[in-house]
């Protein structure tokens, strides 16, 4: 059983989608609207403003009680005190976040449409893990498309699973019923004219569907 810190609840996993001048702005948004986890993506190579932009997600997070994870870049993850890190699939890399982050920390793995990277991934020590492109994904178009299958093939893992690619609150109501406990979004989100609207949107699939509160 894995003893490591995971993702906790169920709901929307906003992922930002910078650099932008609005960021924080839209990132408070999407935490109004009920995000229950919140993933800095910013892939270019500007440190300063990353810093700046990470230190002050944290303190946003904190604020609203939200989870802040940060994708790939496990210096950054620590120097701003994020409670995590998002990773592609490699257990190695799993296992040196884990030591530099230390067991507290929550450590997701992207497993694509491979059920046996998500097993190795939570032997590994990762606490949560995701699957996609469930739908087609305009952030990247040449992802592999991961069954809708795989969210209940992969319960048994024991950790939470995310699902990612393509997902709109038009599309998202099968995966939250296959067993998605969160549906991660980008362009969806915070592409569009109201993402405060938007997040709601997303959250009311898991209020509506469970009878509870998202």
């Given at each position: 059983?894995?003893?490591?810190?995971?993702?906790?609840g169920?709901?929307?996993?906003?992922?930002?989608?910078?650099?932008?001048?609005?960021?924080?702005?839209?990132a408070?948004?999407?935490?109004?609207?009920g995000?229950r986890?919140?993933?800095?993506?910013?892939?270019?190579d500007?440190?300063?403003?990353?810093?700046?932009?990470?230190?002050?997600?944290?303190?946003?997070?904190?604020?609203?009680?939200?989870?802040?994870?940060?994708?790939?870049?496990?210096?950054?993850?620590?120097?701003?005190?994020?409670?995590?890190?998002?990773?592609?699939?490699?257990?190695d890399?799993?296992?040196?976040a884990?030591?530099?982050?230390?067991?507290?920390?929550?450590?997701?793995?992207?497993?694509?449409d491979?059920l046996q990277?998500?097993?190795?991934?939570?032997?590994?020590?990762?606490?949560y893990?995701?699957?996609?492109?469930?739908?087609?994904s305009?952030?990247?178009p040449?992802?592999?498309?991961a069954?809708?299958?795989?969210l209940?093939?992969?319960?048994?893992?024991?950790?939470?699973?995310?699902?990612?690619?393509?997902?709109?609150?038009?599309?998202?109501?099968?995966?939250?019923?296959?067993?998605?406990d969160f549906?991660?979004?980008?362009?969806?989100?915070?592409?569009?004219?109201?993402?405060?609207?938007?997040?709601?949107?997303?959250?009311?699939?898991?209020?509506?569907?469970?009878?509870?509160?998202?």
């Amino acid at each position: 059983m894995n003893t490591f810190a995971q993702l906790e609840g169920r709901g929307l996993y906003a992922i930002t989608d910078g650099p932008r001048h609005d960021l924080l702005e839209v990132a408070r948004q999407a935490l109004a609207g009920g995000a229950r986890v919140l993933q800095y993506r910013d892939e270019s190579d500007d440190e300063p403003r990353r810093m700046a932009e990470a230190t002050a997600l944290k303190q946003l997070c904190d604020a609203f009680g939200i989870p802040l994870i940060i994708e790939q870049d496990v210096t950054l993850a620590r120097a701003v005190g994020a409670h995590g890190v998002h990773l592609g699939n490699d257990k190695d890399d799993i296992g040196a976040a884990r030591a530099l982050l230390g067991s507290r920390a929550i450590i997701g793995v992207s497993c694509r449409d491979s059920l046996q990277r998500a097993r190795t991934a939570v032997q590994a020590g990762a606490g949560y893990i995701s699957f996609g492109a469930c739908f087609a994904s305009p952030t990247k178009p040449l992802a592999p498309r991961a069954s809708i299958d795989l969210l209940g093939q992969s319960a048994a893992f024991g950790v939470p699973r995310v699902a990612i690619g393509g997902i709109t609150p038009d599309n998202g109501a099968a995966l939250v019923a296959a067993g998605a406990d969160f549906l991660a979004s980008i362009s969806t989100l915070f592409g569009a004219a109201d993402v405060l609207a938007t997040a709601q949107r997303f959250a009311q699939l898991y209020s509506s569907l469970s009878g509870t509160s998202a």
